[in-house]
């Protein structure tokens, strides 16, 4: 029986991957390849020693779906593909309702078809609205302030929705808080296109030179220092969530847990510890804020310890470490990789 991983070529996905590998599971992946790279696949086997199924399809495309389900005995889906950038969801709503709903609905559909119904989805704790108290437990007031957002929060209550039609669904809704950092030996990482639109991958380019300086989204903010305050997780304590996770599929029902640390840094804390650990300066110039952050957002992380018997062990340092290792040996992401091979 296999895991199958949906966007398992991307940042979480593939952590994600070398830990289903190690753990002993079969993993099959389906990513469109649309924001990673094939070079992420030999990268894991080299880590791992073992090898992934690789499906280059969209999960728009139904019957690519059914080819996978027919080939494979698949016991539970780890569903990460979707589109995830905040701003162009506020661009181009139309593509991010179309590919993140309809993504999932052909998942689902197909999932029923062949008798499958573990899930375990990736949510963002974008979906809580603001004005709760921190930190933000799972049962705090939803609702989300952009199409990226809203999509995540109707797929929640799409499976909500499955659940309640059938209980022999089992869904794990996990609610990332702010995933960085990479594995610890620099072969995967975040590898965005583009200008990053995230902290720590504009961090690691501005440390590297890439970039010359950070801009720090508002130093007015009601916090310790000024600056916005997050809840930054490693991405391996990330993937390690998904493997309880999968656990918890054993019994049917329906369950959202955050995956979080429970610890809040501001932007100065990032810059000035990633600094220290790294030796090396972050020049940044302090900006107005971004429209649509918020102050401070951390997460209530007791359900999942309870529940799931998880928790993150990884701290701001390793996250820093970490993310430049990546970013040294990774100057161009994985298309600099792929530029050395062939030359
Ligand atoms: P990512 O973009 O690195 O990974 C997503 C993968 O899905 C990519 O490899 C992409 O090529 C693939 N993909 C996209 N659309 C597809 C489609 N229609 N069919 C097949 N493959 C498709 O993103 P990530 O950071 O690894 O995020 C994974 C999931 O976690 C996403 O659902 C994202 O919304 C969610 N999430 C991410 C963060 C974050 O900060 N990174 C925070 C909260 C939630
Ligand atoms: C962190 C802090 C910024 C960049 C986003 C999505 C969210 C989720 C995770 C998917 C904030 C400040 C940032 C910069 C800065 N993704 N900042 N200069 O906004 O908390 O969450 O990623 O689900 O949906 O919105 O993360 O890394 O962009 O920002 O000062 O160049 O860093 O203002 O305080 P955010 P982020």
């Not at 179309?98 to 990736?122: A, E, I, P, R």
């Not at 390690?240 to 932007?267: D, F, R």
Request: one cysteine or more.
């Amino acid at each position: 029986m296999a895991i199958l991983v949906t966007g398992g070529a991307g940042y979480i996905g593939s952590h994600t991957c070398v830990e289903l590998l190690e753990n002993g599971h079969d993993v099959i992946v389906i990513d469109n390849l649309s924001n990673s790279s094939l070079d992420v696949l030999d990268r894991i086997h080299t880590l791992t020693n073992k090898k992934v199924t690789f499906y280059k399809g969209d999960l728009l495309d139904r019957t690519m779906l059914e080819t996978i389900f027919t080939g494979h005995s698949i016991e539970s889906v780890i569903h990460f593909a979707g589109l995830k950038a905040v701003g162009e969801s506020v661009e181009q709503p139309n593509r991010y309702y179309y590919t993140n709903l309809m993504s999932t609905l052909h998942l689902l559909q197909v999932m029923d078809k062949y008798n499958v119904h573990k899930l375990v989805f990736s949510s963002s704790a974008t979906v809580y609205g603001t004005g709760n108290l921190m930190p933000l437990n799972e049962e705090a007031r939803l609702s989300a302030v952009n199409p990226y957002g809203r999509t995540k929060l109707m797929i929640e209550e799409m499976l909500a929705d499955h659940y309640r039609s059938n209980q022999a669904w089992r869904f794990i809704v996990l609610r990332y808080f702010n995933p960085i950092g990479a594995h610890p030996s620099g072969m995967i990482g975040e590898d965005p296109a583009g200008r990053p639109n995230n902290l720590m991958p504009y961090v690691t380019q501005v440390a590297v030179g890439k970039l010359p300086e950070l801009n720090i989204f508002g130093d007015d903010y009601s916090t310790h220092d000024g600056t916005g305050v997050r809840d930054y997780i490693h991405v391996v304590d990330l993937a390690l969530g998904h493997i309880q996770a999968l656990k918890k599929t054993a019994e049917p029902g329906y369950h959202t847990y955050n995956l979080g640390t429970g610890q809040g840094y501001s932007v100065l804390d990032v810059i000035h510890t990633f600094e220290e650990v790294n030796g090396n300066p972050v020049p940044y110039r302090v900006q107005g804020r971004r429209s649509g952050d918020a102050a401070v957002c951390y997460a209530d992380v007791e359900k999942a310890k309870k529940e799931l018997n998880w928790e993150a062990t990884r701290g701001l340092q390793d996250m820093c470490r970490d993310a430049w290792r990546w970013q040294v040996q990774n100057p161009n992401g994985y298309q600099k990789a792929r530029s050395f091979q062939s030359n």
